[in-house]
C-alpha cells in the first residue's frame, strides 16, 4: 500500500504547478524590486530638473534678495521633491554680473549641503555684455534605493538652471 502511494505521488503532476511558481517567485521578486527602485530615480531625476527651475525663476523674479528670501526660495525648491524626502538635497544659488571683458563677477552666492558649482560659473563666461546678469541654481540630490542598495552604489542627480532677472538685469543682495 505505501509502494502504490509513493509511485502515485511521483506519477502525478499537480506539484509541477507549485514547484515551477517556488522557482520563479523570487526572481520575479527581484525584479519587481529592481522596477520600484528604477521607477523612483526616474522620478526624482525629473523632480531634480523642476527643482532647478524653480529655484532659478523665483531668485529671478527679484531685484534684490536677502537671506530670508533665500531661505525662502530654497524652501520652495525643495517642495519639488515631495513626497520624497530631502535628506539628499543640496543646492547651490550664485547671482553673477558681467564685467566689461564678458567675465561673469559673483554679486552673491548661498550654498548649502553641497560644494560650489563653480564650472557652471566659468561656463557662462564671454555669454553676456557688460553689466548684465544670470542666476545660476544648481540642485543636487543623493538618492539611496530601497531594495537595490545592495547591489549599487547611491544614485546623484545634479541638475543645473540659469536665469536671467526679469525685473532688473542683476539679482543683487539687500544689505
Do not use: C
Amino acid at each position: 500500500m505505501i509502494v502504490k502511494l509513493v509511485k502515485n505521488w511521483i506519477e502525478q503532476e499537480d506539484g509541477v504547478a507549485v514547484m515551477e511558481a517556488a522557482m520563479l517567485m523570487p526572481v520575479m521578486l527581484v525584479l519587481l524590486m529592481g522596477v520600484f527602485d528604477l521607477g523612483n530615480g526616474i522620478a526624482l531625476s525629473a523632480k531634480t530638473i523642476t527643482a532647478s527651475q524653480i529655484g532659478a525663476d523665483l531668485v529671478s523674479r527679484n531685484k534684490t534678495v536677502d537671506l530670508a528670501d533665500v531661505n525662502d526660495i530654497i524652501e520652495g525648491t525643495k517642495l519639488a521633491f515631495e513626497p520624497y524626502g530631502t535628506a539628499g538635497f543640496g543646492i547651490d544659488i550664485v547671482s553673477i554680473k558681467f564685467d566689461e571683458n564678458s567675465h561673469p563677477e559673483i554679486l552673491w552666492r548661498e550654498t548649502r549641503d553641497m560644494p560650489p558649482n563653480d564650472v557652471a560659473v566659468a561656463s557662462v563666461d564671454g555669454l553676456a555684455p557688460e553689466g548684465e546678469g544670470m542666476v545660476i541654481v544648481t540642485v543636487q540630490y543623493g538618492y539611496t534605493p530601497m531594495f537595490s542598495k545592495y547591489f549599487t552604489d547611491d544614485i546623484d542627480f545634479s541638475e543645473v538652471a540659469f536665469a536671467r532677472g526679469r525685473r532688473s538685469p542683476t539679482v543683487n543682495w539687500a544689505f
